[in-house]
Structures are given as C-alpha cells and as structure tokens.
C-alpha cells in the first residue's frame, strides 16, 4: 500500500552547519513530493517540492533530492538557522493535477543548536 | 499572502456531541480537503472535495464525518457524534490548478479538537 516514511526521528545540528533531512516511500507511482514544515501548534507549511521527473530541485537555502531507484526523497537546508527548527514532512502525491490525496511521511524533529 | 483560515483554533466537546469545524479556504482555490493529526503522529488524509461533491476519502472518513460548502467561502467539516479517538488537531487545505498542474496547496493552522 501507499506509505512514505522517514529514516529518523531526530536531528540536531549546529547553526550555521547544513543538515539532511531523509524520507522514504513505498509508491513507485507517485508522481509529486512535497516538503513541509511544522512549527508547534501550526499547519504545515510549504517548502519546496518536485515532480518525479526531477531528480533535483533547488529553492532559497533549500534542496530537493529524488532517488526514484530507490525510493528516496532528501531535503538539504543550507546554513541552517534558529528559525529552522520545527518538524519537517515529506508527502507524496500520486497525481499533479486535480484533488489531490497526499500521504504524509512520519515526520523528522529538527533542532538547531546555537 | 493569502491564508486558509480556520475556527475555532481549540474546541473541546464531550463524547457523544456533534461538532463542525469551520474553514475559509484561499478564495480562488477550487479544491478542499480535509487532514487530521493525532498528537505526536503524522497527518493523515480525510477527505478531498471538488465541484460540490466528494472527490476522495480515507477510511478514517465513516459515516460519523460529513463535509459540506454551504456558500461560496466556508468549508465545513461534521463530526456526528464524537468519540474519544477524534481527539486531534484537523487541518483544513486547498488548492487549484494552474494548467495542468496543481498548485498553491496550503494548509490552514488547524482546530485542535479535544473529546472529553
């Protein structure tokens, strides 16, 4: 069935150093992916995504990375700072037009340390 | 930045009671959906709607949930009689398409919804 999912729970990083957020998912024919952050007591807010016929996608301070051999989605942010720490989600979309169903991933803590 | 707006931001209500969960989504947006998060879980997909009718639903979304547009701005979501599991915080979103693709999907801030 459809699932995606993270490979960690946890993140702590120093500010200013890059981290790597992983996400992995199940639906080989997902055809869009999404990134999302939460911030406590929030929706989920838009980050970056990509279409699966992309295997890279860069916006401010952040990148997308698409592995579709292996299923693997990655989330870079450069020079992280204070205001990056939240929760991030990864969501797959089998579709790109129309309603769309997103499947959310577990989700990874990120925590910036000053 | 247009926002989806959500009310109320906290209700609680005792089992058994109906609640409805009000949403305003981004006014040129064409598609609603409906998501909740159990504390400390991921989300999870309710329900999407388009043109007036359901386009999709989880199995989450039984017979005890009812969406609804009553005018051209609202989007509401209807728990008949809740239950203790309901407790949650539940986003509402939307979304249109630009071409051929869909876009602009934001979520509101959510309703945490407490069953006592």
């Known amino acids: 069935g459809e699932s995606v999912g993270l490979h960690l729970p946890t993140l702590s990083v120093q500010e200013g150093d890059n981290s790597i957020i992983n996400c992995a998912y199940s639906n080989s024919a997902s055809d869009y992916f999404i990134w999302y952050k939460q911030e406590s007591g929030k929706g989920p807010q838009f980050i970056i995504d990509?279409?699966?016929?992309?295997d890279k996608r860069q916006g401010q301070r952040v990148t997308v990375l698409l592995n579709k051999t292996v299923k693997h989605l990655s989330l870079q942010i450069a020079a992280t700072q204070p205001g990056d720490s939240a929760v991030y989600f990864c969501?797959?979309?089998?579709?790109?037009?129309?309603?769309?169903?997103?499947?959310f991933g577990q989700g990874t803590r990120l925590t910036i340390n000053p | 930045e247009p926002e989806v707006t959500q009310t109320p931001s906290h209700q609680v209500t005792q089992m058994g009671q109906e609640v409805i969960l009000r949403c305003v989504p981004i006014s040129n947006h064409l598609y609603f959906y409906w998501y909740r998060q159990i504390l400390g879980q991921k989300v999870e997909f309710l329900v999407s709607?388009?043109?007036?009718?359901?386009?999709?639903k989880s199995e989450i979304f039984d017979d005890q949930f009812s969406v609804e547009r009553p005018d051209g701005s609202n989007f509401t979501l209807k728990i008949r009689s809740t239950k203790l599991e309901d407790s949650a915080m539940y986003f509402c979103?939307?979304?249109?398409?630009?071409?051929?693709?869909?876009?602009?999907?934001?979520f509101g801030s959510g309703t945490r919804l407490t069953v006592v």
């Open positions: 979103a939307s979304s249109y398409d630009r071409g051929r693709v869909n876009y602009g999907y934001t």
């Open positions: 969501a797959e979309s089998p579709t790109i037009q129309g309603a769309q169903k997103l499947v």
């Open positions: 709607f388009y043109n007036n009718e359901i386009s999709e």
């Open positions: 990509i279409r699966s016929n992309m």
